[in-house]
Structures are given as structure tokens and as C-alpha cells.
């Protein structure tokens, strides 16, 4: 089973809608990279059980992104961020001072997504 990594983010952004268990089980697999064996033996349940959270708990997070769009907004405004960055070293680059504060305001834009 291939992981789509696509699915790190939208934890991040609902995973506190899932069940506690399915929270638990979901970021064993991605974020701790356990096996499907690794997570049947941890929580006393069958490899298909494991699946079964893993699957249930994709689609939760897929149904809300569907509804909110909160990654694709985050993902346009991460973008938005580092372009003005980029503009704004241009601006320095050409002699601008204000380059610099538009610069420092980029990054903590990027650093509040």
C-alpha cells in the first residue's frame, strides 16, 4: 500500500475529527512509518482491522477537505507568501530598503501556515 503523503497535511489540518483510535492508528502509519503488521500487534487487531482505520479515517479527512478547502487555501497562501518574498529580495536587490521589512513579513506569514 503506497502512502500519499497528501494525506500528512490534511491530518494536520482535521485530525481532531477522528475518533481517537483512528488518530492513533493513522499517524503510526504516516508519521511514525509503522507497518500494517507493527499496528495489528500494537492494538490487538487483525492487519484488514488496521486497513479498515487507515481507509476510514482517509476518507473522513478527504470529505472534510471537500467541504472547507483549508489545505488548498493554506497551499495558495504558503505560495502567495514566497513569491512576495521573492519580489521583495528583487526590491532589495535593486537598492529598496522596504524590500527587507516586506521580506521579514513574508516569512512570518510563511512561518504562521
Known amino acids: 500500500m503506497a502512502k500519499d503523503m497528501k494525506f500528512a497535511l490534511l491530518f494536520d489540518l482535521y485530525g481532531e475529527l477522528l475518533s481517537s483510535r483512528q488518530r ?23 492487519r484488514q482491522g488496521v486497513l479498515q482505520n487507515i481507509r476510514s479515517a482517509e476518507h473522513k479527512l478527504l470529505e472534510t477537505e471537500e467541504k472547507l478547502q483549508l489545505s488548498q487555501s493554506f497551499l495558495r497562501n504558503r505560495k502567495r507568501a514566497e513569491q512576495i518574498e521573492t519580489l521583495a529580495g528583487l526590491l532589495v536587490q535593486n537598492g529598496n530598503t522596504a524590500g527587507e521589512e516586506i521580506a521579514f513579513l513574508a516569512r512570518q506569514i510563511q512561518e504562521e501556515l
Open 24 to 46: 492513533e492508528i493513522f499517524e503510526g502509519y504516516y508519521s511514525d512509518d509503522l507497518s500494517l503488521s507493527e499496528l495489528s500487534e500494537a492494538y490487538g487487531i487483525t
